[in-house]
C-alpha cells in the first residue's frame, strides 16, 4: 500500500497561468513531510511536464489538449499502481481530474467518483460559456463530448457535492443524465445517506472552490455560498473513513490570489485528513497483495 504522489500543473483547462504553480507552492510549503507523518509510505514522483495552455486555440482543440495529457497522466498511473494502492494528484486545474478517471476504468475498478466543487463541470463545447474545459471535465468522462473522447464513465458514478454554480445548458445536461447534484445545504442536511449511498471504492477530487472564498480566496472561479474548511475537513474524513480510497487529487489552486497562504493552508489539511482517516483504515487485506514498487518514472 504506497501513497503515490504526482504534481499535475496542468493549466490547459482555462485561462490563468497561476494554478501551474499549485504543487510547488503546496510541496514549498511541507505537503509532502506532513503527509509522511500521517503514513510513512509515501512515494513522490515529482511533477509532471504539461504543456502550456493556449487560448488562442479554438475549444476543440483546447478539449483535445486536455485528453492528451490525460492519456499520459493515465499511463503513468498504469505503469506504477498495485492493488491497495492510493493515487494523490495534486492539480493543476479540474482537468488534472481526467486521467486519474481513465486510470481508474482501465484497471476496472468498480468506483464512484465524489466529486466536491462549486461547478458541475459537465458543459459541453456548445454549452459552455467560457470554453474553458476545466467545466467539461465530467462531461468529457461520461462521453458526452465523442469527437474527443469515447465514455470512460457511467454517470451514476458521479456525485456531484457542494455545487452552487451551474450553467443553463450543463444543467440539463446533468438533469438528463440523472446526475446526483447536491448544493452545500443539501449536502449538511442529508449527509448520513448520501455517504450510505456510495460504492465502496471511491475517487474524491476536491476542487479548492468547494469552500467558500472566505476560507479558500486562492482561487480563479470562487462563488460565495461553500463549505466552511471546518466544513470541508470534516466531509473529507466522513467520505474515507469505512471505504476504499482509490485516488484524491486537489485542483484548482491559484497561490497568485492567496495573499497570507490561508488556502494553502487549507489544502494541506484536507489532504492530510483523507491520508490520515486512509492509513487508519483496516488495511490487512491490500497487504496481502503487495508487490515490489516500480520505481518512479522521470518526466
Ligand atoms: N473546475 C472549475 N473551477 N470549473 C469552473 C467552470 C466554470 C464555468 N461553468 C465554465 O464552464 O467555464
Ligand atoms: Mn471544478
Known amino acids: 500500500m504506497t501513497i503515490h504522489v504526482l504534481g499535475f500543473p496542468t493549466t490547459l483547462g482555462l485561462p490563468r497561468s497561476a494554478v501551474r504553480h499549485g504543487p510547488e507552492a503546496l510541496r514549498a510549503s511541507g ?31 483546447r478539449v483535445a489538449k486536455v485528453v492528451e495529457a490525460a492519456r499520459r497522466q493515465r499511463d503513468h498511473w498504469l505503469r506504477v499502481t498495485r492493488p491497495g494502492d492510493l493515487l494523490l494528484t495534486i492539480g493543476g486545474d479540474h482537468s488534472t481530474s481526467l486521467g486519474t478517471i481513465m486510470a481508474l476504468a482501465e484497471l476496472g475498478d468498480d468506483f464512484d467518483v465524489v466529486w466536491v466543487d462549486a461547478h458541475g463541470d459537465f458543459n459541453t463545447i456548445e454549452t459552455s460559456p467560457t470554453g474553458n474545459p476545466h467545466g467539461m471535465v465530467l462531461s468529457l468522462a461520461a462521453g458526452l463530448l465523442p469527437d474527443a473522447l469515447g465514455r470512460v464513465i ?133 497487504d496481502a497483495h503487495q508487490w515490489p514498487m516500480a520505481s518512479p518514472h522521470p518526466f
Not at 506532513?34 to 475549444?59: F, I, K, N
Not at 484524491?248 to 489532504?271: F, I, K, Q, S
Not at 492509513?279 to 491490500?286: G, K, L
Open 31 to 61: 505537503l509532502l513531510q506532513a503527509l509522511r507523518r500521517h503514513d510513512p509510505h509515501v512515494v513522490d514522483h515529482g511533477d509532471m511536464a504539461v504543456p502550456p495552455g493556449l487560448t488562442s486555440d479554438p475549444a476543440p482543440t
Open 154 to 286: 457511467t454517470p451514476d458514478r458521479l456525485h456531484l457535492w457542494g455545487i452552487r454554480d451551474l450553467d443553463p445548458g450543463e444543467r440539463r445536461l446533468l438533469a438528463a443524465k440523472r446526475v446526483e447534484v447536491l448544493t452545500p445545504a443539501e449536502v449538511r442536511a442529508r449527509r448520513e445517506q448520501i455517504l450510505a449511498g456510495l460504492r465502496p471504492n471511491v475517487f474524491l477530487s476536491f476542487d479548492i472552490d468547494s469552500v467558500d472564498p472566505a476560507d479558500a480566496p486562492g482561487t480563479m472561479t470562487p462563488v460565495p455560498g461553500g463549505f466552511t474548511r471546518d466544513e470541508a475537513v470534516d466531509l473529507v474524513k466522513a467520505i474515507v473513513r469505512g471505504r476504499n480510497l482509490i485516488a484524491m487529487d486537489l485542483v484548482e489552486y491559484h497561490p497568485d490570489r492567496d495573499a497570507g497562504g490561508l488556502t494553502n493552508r487549507l489544502a494541506c489539511a484536507v489532504l492530510e485528513a483523507a491520508l490520515g482517516a486512509w492509513s487508519r483504515c483496516d488495511r490487512e487485506a491490500s
